[in-house]
């Protein structure tokens, strides 16, 4: 499985909850970015990355995905 497509071009900012799963999409796929919508299972890409905050913050999630530090964006869309 690999990476078919860039969900995007800029990150998306997100306002996300303390102890709260959150599933980023890495395949670019869904239509719901920078989150998870299961579109990974027809497209046979990769699977979402679960992941969660300790406290509650303001974040900037990647959708172009290619951040080396998933899921935030870290400027690789430049």
Do not use: I
Request: glycine residues 6%.
């Amino acid at each position: 499985m690999e990476n078919n497509t860039r969900g995007g071009d800029a990150p998306v900012k997100c306002e996300l909850e303390a102890n709260k799963n959150y599933a980023w999409c890495t395949c670019g796929h869904s239509e719901d970015q920078p989150f998870c919508n299961g579109s990974h299972r027809a497209a046979k890409a990769t699977t979402p990355l679960v992941f969660t905050v300790e406290e509650e913050k303001t974040a900037y999630l990647c959708t172009c995905k290619q951040t080396k530090n998933p899921p935030y964006c870290d400027g690789s869309h430049n």
